[in-house]
């Protein structure tokens, strides 16, 4: 895995990455954001485990400040394959899931007018039940994972010759951050 800290909250994010993966049986996680949310009323402070989530590569599973939302999106055959999430607080909570550049699957009502917390810890590979952790071995990702981007432009997100850095995070921000069992490959390009 490989984590990094996220200083703002959003209220619209991108997140867009190419997976490979041949993992059917488990919920592998190839990104998860947790944040602890402060209660503008008491001012307590709550973990939201599942800020951000995108896991189960034979089903796309997303959570957003802890509701889920299932698709039926599958790209764990092994091949590359780029995903692509949008989600925008103030436009009715509207999301899409993008696989290979196509939109795959969308709605609205999803954390309308919420707002997903900043100064939390965003991981590549693996599901927090606290923020930075919490971890269980079968939420694990298994696979490859490249090009982790946040940014709004899909279609320039899924050509690999556009070498766009993101606007929230970007790939070689979490080189940092990595742990565990990963190999760092350099010059790797999906396909
Ligand atoms: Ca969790």
Redesign the pocket.
């Known amino acids: 895995m490989a984590s990094m800290t996220l200083d703002s909250p959003l209220s619209d994010v991108t997140v867009s990455m190419w997976v490979q993966t041949t993992d059917t049986k488990r919920s592998g996680t190839p990104l998860?954001y947790?944040a602890a949310s402060v209660s503008t009323t008491d001012g307590q402070s709550t973990v939201v485990?599942?800020a951000l989530?995108i896991n189960d590569c034979s089903g796309v599973h997303i959570?957003v400040n802890?509701e889920p939302l299932v698709t039926e999106v599958q790209v764990a055959d092994g091949q590359w394959h780029h995903l692509a999430f949008t989600w925008s607080s103030g436009n009715s909570g509207e999301w899409t899931l993008y696989k290979d550049g196509k939109k795959q699957s969308n709605g609205i009502n999803l954390r309308p007018n919420d707002v997903i917390p900043g100064g939390g810890n965003l991981i590549i590979g693996q599901?927090?039940?606290t923020v930075g952790g919490?971890f269980s071995p079968i939420?694990t990702f298994t696979g490859n994972i490249t090009r982790y981007f946040s940014n709004s432009n899909i279609t320039r997100l899924c050509s690999l010759d556009d070498d766009i850095p993101g606007k929230v995070v970007s790939w070689p921000d979490f080189l940092q951050g990595v742990r565990g069992k990963v190999n760092v490959l350099h010059n790797e390009r999906p396909m």
């Open positions: 998860s947790a485990d599942n989530t959570y802890n599901e927090q039940d919490g939420e």
